[in-house]
């Protein structure tokens, strides 16, 4: 029986003849994916009303996002579209619930990615990327490490997306096309067949932007010098995709530069300089006790005596006035799990790469405990929670640290946060540990009070306000509890012939530098101290420019130990090293040395710094590419035997 038309037009499509309404419906569809896109914009923009400042710019948004929303349509309609027009043609209720269930389905995933994202902006500063799959195969570290809060603001913004996604749909789609009843009338098999077939070469066309060579990238939607701005009009479905297909194929090899590796192998080694070591001496001993101090996410840019911002770390000032610090290092890229890699085998970090989640290639690197075991050091590792994250726990066990604690090995009775035990009792017991050690002894700590969620305990002169206050406040809570920890070891015995090394594993996000897309936001402290520095040497900075990368080199040399080990390690205490530095960004990478600074963006493919001369960028293009070739073919020929 025919349906009667309505006056509803979005009920009158499904009363007309096809291919008339396979048409119609693929362009309904191309409405509501793009409708629902820039609802969440709306969403995002109310949330964040700091990008207001500059009402045309922000307007931006809706018309420079909309070729890549259009894009991301294009892949979301596809199967529907197919789905639909086997209703058209078997207007089966099983066939529409299948539908149904898949547009719904995608509703909620578009509204879960965007809600994600809009929860960790704060913290990240950028959009999701492939290393929260680091994160989500951990889900317990990550109900830990998000608030009461956050998971909740997750949770209402998805309701709240995808509730409009729903109510859309319903209006647009599930009402109309239950009254549609189909057709079986001569040649609406082959109007279906042939329908269908334009519909999908005019998705295919709009999902690469075009008949252009190059497919529509990310950079379509960059149309602002305000990197938020620019994050809002990106597709966050497309970015999140695109972000997962990378990670499925992380070994990078399109992003890597195409310089001949054997241009690149020459131009590494002279940078490395592992020919000649004319090490200066800092120490009064070749045999010290070592106490290594890994903290969380301290950006150099909230350090009193290493940036503007006064008066949260009062405590580590004092450490510099009567330590060796080396004001010019960067980390190399922005999670613990690459630091770590860093830090303990000098593992210069890749883009979208954790070497630490390749148990087959890290097995064969080595780390600073390793090899002082060859000088008869006993090594151990403190943490505060659960290692599991990022691989770190197997990574330090697999590289023999001789002991391991975790947060099963705190007493009971002590305060807990989310993530860890708070840096006091984490301190307190890395200090007691360390009394029952055995001369020469190798001890780390990784701290995690500055770690969101930033549930540490509140002190009385907390009082930063204004942008990052909660890192802020956590900053002056970890520095107090460092100032007490080094004013009880001097009491011990071991002090006098122990060099403490105090390094970040990342930096993070402050008032002054607030995203990831300069290389100074990556300074981090790295701070040699104690009784065992040559008094010429107290109160000193050393100004070359390294990474965190560089302490093994550096360490083990003033040990006298064999630093062959550590082919992208270099000693930040032998004159003739060169200064540079290479950095991992979100989505791209840096590049420092004495001549300026770059940072390139794969996505948006533009500099979003760039402070070399034209004569000197050139070269210091060719210097980054051939790190960047170096490093890749050192980890792709990374086998465990």
Partial sequence: MAISPKKNSINNIYSKRLPQVLIQHFLYQVVFWIVLFNCQRVVFLITNPDVLNNIPEYFGVFFYSFRLDLATTAFLVALPTLLFALVCFFPNKYFKWILYSFVILEILLTCAIHAGEMVVYEEWKHKLTSKVFLHLFHGNEVMRTADDLSILWFFLILILESSIGFTLYRYFFIKPINKFGGYRKKWDALFNSITTLIIMGLSFLFARGGWQQIPINIDSAYYSDNVKLNDISINSTYYFANSYLLYLNSDIES????????????????????????????????????VLIILEGWSANVIGCMSKTKGATPNFDELVNSGLLFSTIYATNTTSEIGHASILAGFPALPEIAISSYPEKHRNLTTINQTLKKKNYHSGYLFGGDLTYGNIESFINEHEMDEVWDEDDFPSGKDHGKLSYHDEDVLALFLERINKSTS????????????????????????????????????IYADKCLGDFFRKAKKESWYKNTLFVVVADHSHSCPTHEVPYSVDFFKIPLLFYGDVLKKSYVGTKIKKIGSQADLAATLLAQLGADVSSFPYSKNLLDPTTTDFAFIATVRGYGFTNLSGKFVYHFDAKKYHEQTFSPRDFSTAKKISDALFRSYYEYFKNLEYP
Wanted: no cysteine; net charge positive.
């Fill in 440 to 475: 020469p002894f190798f001890r780390a700590v990784f701290t995690a009070s500055t770690h969101a969620p930033f549930d540490h305990p509140k002190q009385t002169n907390q009082q930063w306000s204004g942008k990052e206050s909660d890192y802020m406040n956590s900053i």
């Fill in 255 to 290: 992003l890597v530069p195409k310089i001949d590796i054997s241009e690149a192998d020459s131009i590494s080694k002279k940078l490395y300089n592992k020919n000649h070591q004319d090490t200066t001496r800092v120490l009064t001993t070749d045999k010290p006790n070592i």
